[in-house]
């Protein structure tokens, strides 16, 4: 999939602003961004379910929404959505019925976890096994791309990996996977690839190892909340950033070095604070994230 210039207007505002990438064949992409950055639209645009002010998206070759794409591409929708009385095996056998080389139903309904639950009735699924049969009518009319949209939201531990397991077993097969989600831990160990946009630009372009790896370190400890940091950043040197990240949850960004890690220590002692858990190394995916978008919340 290739995006060229993708600019998507709501009124004033431009959602989408000239932005490009591009997905490769037989790869996870993970476009990464906060709430507002045009996701949203992007995907959407992509999938054929909205218009482009501007620039092109050609999806395996073909322009969104083409009647040659409805058997080749799959998406999983962030919400769940089907028919309130049907069973869940009913369900996702008559979306097989609409491909001429669907999966198997039943054995996809055993690879996500729900044969248990096939002859339950949607409306009385949790909102987990929604999320799973959400994904499994994604796959089985065996899709050459699929767009997968917060897969694992709202899934205890199990199933998440259950869902990474699958996603990974997508690539393996040489399935395209777009996937959009705001859990980086997610995105750190599916994405081939990382898209990162905010308000509708580009900021980010890479695999998780080339946007970590130029990253500056970061020095990480916990102490009493609500430390004085003020005092801190007047001893560290220039490009050295203390904050806290959660009540009693401290990082240092910047070069750490060994009088960095000195100066941490000699004045949480002047403040009668104790480090613990000091520990340094690379930014996180998360951190690049935060790096380029802010810490403020968006609604």
């Known amino acids: 999939m290739e995006v060229v210039e993708l600019v998507k207007r709501y009124g004033e505002l431009a959602a989408v602003n000239h932005?490009?990438?591009r997905a490769e064949a037989g790869a996870v992409t993970a476009v990464l961004g906060p709430n507002?950055?045009?996701?949203?639209?992007t995907i959407e645009i992509c999938e054929g379910l909205r218009r482009a002010d501007g620039g092109s998206v050609a999806v395996l070759g073909h322009s969104p929404g083409d009647r040659e794409l409805r058997h080749r591409v799959g998406v999983m929708p962030q919400q769940p959505g089907s028919y309130p009385g049907a069973r869940c095996g009913e369900m996702l056998r008559l979306i097989a019925s609409y491909f001429a080389d669907p999966l198997d139903p039943a054995e996809l309904l055993e690879q996500v976890g729900l044969t248990a639950a096939a002859r339950r009735p949607f409306r009385r699924l949790s909102g987990g096994e929604k999320q799973r049969l959400s994904l499994a009518m994604?796959?089985?009319?065996?899709p050459e791309l699929v767009f997968l949209d917060e897969p694992s939201a709202g899934l205890d531990v199990q199933a998440r990996h259950l869902t990474w397991d699958l996603i990974r077993g997508l690539r393996a097969a040489g399935t395209s996977v777009v996937l959009t989600t705001h859990d980086m831990d997610e995105a750190a160990a599916l994405a081939d690839r990382?898209?990162?946009?905010d308000r509708g630009h580009l900021l980010a372009n890479g695999t998780v190892a080339e946007l970590t790896h130029d990253a500056a370190q970061s020095l990480r400890f916990t102490a009493r909340p609500g430390l004085e940091l003020a005092g801190l950043t007047a001893r560290l040197p220039?490009?050295?950033v203390p904050i806290e990240l959660t009540p009693g949850s401290y990082q240092v960004e910047g070069d750490i070095s060994p009088s960095v890690l000195a100066?941490?220590?000699?004045w949480a002692a002047?403040?009668?604070?104790?480090?613990?858990?000091?520990?340094?190394?690379?930014?996180?995916?998360?951190?690049?994230f935060l790096s380029l978008t802010g810490r403020e919340l968006r609604s």
């Open 263 to 266: 100066t941490v220590t000699s």
């Open 238 to 240: 220039v490009g050295c």
């Open 138 to 142: 994604a796959l089985v009319g065996r």
């Open 36 to 41: 507002g950055a045009g996701k949203t639209s």
């Open 194 to 197: 990382v898209i990162i946009i």
């Open 19 to 21: 932005l490009s990438f």
């Open 270 to 288: 002047e403040l009668g604070a104790m480090p613990r858990d000091l520990r340094t190394g690379e930014r996180s995916l998360e951190d690049v």
